[in-house]
């Protein structure tokens, strides 16, 4: 098991109502948001927190008679700066900015932790209430997932940000405030600077998102293009750099298609095949796309026209299971998985005229033996096959 800390971004009360327009607009809200949305590309795990106050929390000045928002007041024990009301739970102002809610690809949101829905006391860390009294749930659940290091971002620096990042320091987690990532209320002139003051006080990194950004996006070479070296009809030669392998020159991805009768039999086929030299065990398969007018064939369609060519037998429901390559180091080939449901036989199967294709339902539970004498009497397995079997045993025990 990976043991490697984790990192992860922390983005705080990206919300409608904090920004300028907002009841709490802070200045310059909105122009942290491609920033953060950038941001989230570049960590293992992002998690927002979202301000979520019922209709009569105690930090809304208009529920005290009397009361203006600025003024401190006594909440239940604790000093509560009284603020317009915001953030009101199923509100439009208290949801997720959009930009959060369509990510671009790439971006993706964990979880989001709710804060601020006692009506007796406000939250502004994303991990405790102001009095450190119940937790959000977030510091378990970052524990859980291995996170040892955090970079907090969004609004407000001043309230929420700053004592989300505290709070992460005092819980013994790695942190860095994303400078350029956040903007401050500033009740008062300089909060902005004491509140980044105290997070370096108290053991917190200061960095602007280029730090970030500018980081290598993943342990990805940059790759020439290929260059042609010979083509065929249905292959071609190429080489990238100083690596020559083969790409098709229709249907670049194959489904294949692990299908088990209602008898418990692996469906698998045995055909000819001359690069081999060989009669050849595998699992039905075909390409994606390579018949005339199907070039856009989605690929479960092609899955289930292969099976039934080959086979004879007809899925009700094709499942993806895995996809990937198949050898890397000779093709570009990409491979999808598919184990097909509820087959019933409804057809003679053998493929089309030019294939010689023999079915054979192997039992489930014998296929290691009979794999093993088929290639004893000297025919060719593809090693697809066994992974195959993985993928049948799995359906096969309902998992
Ligand atoms: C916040 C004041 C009141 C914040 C939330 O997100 O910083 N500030 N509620
Ligand atoms: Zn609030």
Redesign the pocket.
């Known amino acids: 098991m990976s043991t490697k800390p984790k990192r992860a971004l922390i983005i705080?009360?990206l919300q409608p109502d904090?920004l300028p327009g907002g009841p709490?607009g802070v200045s310059g809200g909105d122009e942290i948001i491609p920033t953060v949305i950038e941001l989230m590309s570049r960590f293992e795990i992002v998690v927002a927190t979202q301000?979520w106050h019922p209709p009569d929390h105690g930090?809304f000045a208009a529920n005290h008679p009397g009361r203006s928002p600025g003024e401190v007041i006594d909440l239940d024990g604790l000093q509560q700066v009284l603020?317009p009301v915001?953030?009101v739970q199923a509100s439009d102002g208290a949801e997720l900015v959009p930009e959060l809610r369509a990510l671009p690809p790439g971006a993706k949101l964990d979880a989001v932790f709710r804060k601020?829905t006692d009506s007796q006391i406000?939250s502004?860390s994303g991990f405790f209430d102001n009095g450190h009294r119940k937790p959000t749930g977030l510091a378990q659940w970052l524990a859980e997932r291995g996170v040892g290091s955090v970079a907090v971002c969004g609004?407000?620096l001043d309230?929420?940000?700053k004592f989300t990042a505290l709070d992460a320091l005092e819980l013994g987690l790695e942190t860095t405030l994303i400078r350029d990532a956040t903007r401050a209320?500033n009740l008062q002139p300089g909060d902005d600077e004491r509140a980044m003051q105290a997070i370096a006080a108290a053991g917190g990194k200061l960095i602007d998102s280029a730090a970030i950004l500018s980081e290598p996006a993943a342990a990805m070479p940059e790759y020439p293009e290929p260059e042609l070296i010979a083509a065929g009809k249905w292959l071609r030669l190429v080489r990238r750099g100083r690596w020559e392998y083969c790409q098709r020159t229709v249907g670049g991805t194959a489904a294949l298609i692990v299908a088990v009768t209602s008898d418990n039999e692996l469906i698998l086929v045995e055909q000819p095949r001359p690069a081999v030299a060989g009669m050849c065990i595998e699992l039905p398969a075909g390409l994606v796309g390579d018949n005339a007018g199907s070039e856009h064939e989605a690929p479960e369609l092609a899955a289930a026209r292969e099976l039934e060519e080959e086979t004879g037998y007809t899925p009700t429901r094709l499942e993806l299971v895995a996809q990937g390559t198949s050898s890397p180091g000779l093709s570009d080939e990409h491979l999808i998985f598919y184990v097909a449901h509820g087959v019933t036989k409804i057809g003679p199967g053998g493929g089309d005229a030019h294939e010689d294709i023999t079915v054979h339902l192997v039992p489930l539970d014998e296929v290691e033996a009979w794999l093993i004498a088929q290639q004893a009497a000297g025919r060719v397995i593809d090693l697809k096959v066994w992974s195959g079997l993985y993928f049948a045993r799995r359906a096969a025990a309902g998992g």
Do not use: E, K
Request: include cysteine; charged fraction near 15%; proline fraction near 0%.
């Open positions: 705080v009360d904090f709490l301000d930090s603020w915001h953030c601020g406000d502004y609004l407000a309230y929420c940000v209320v």
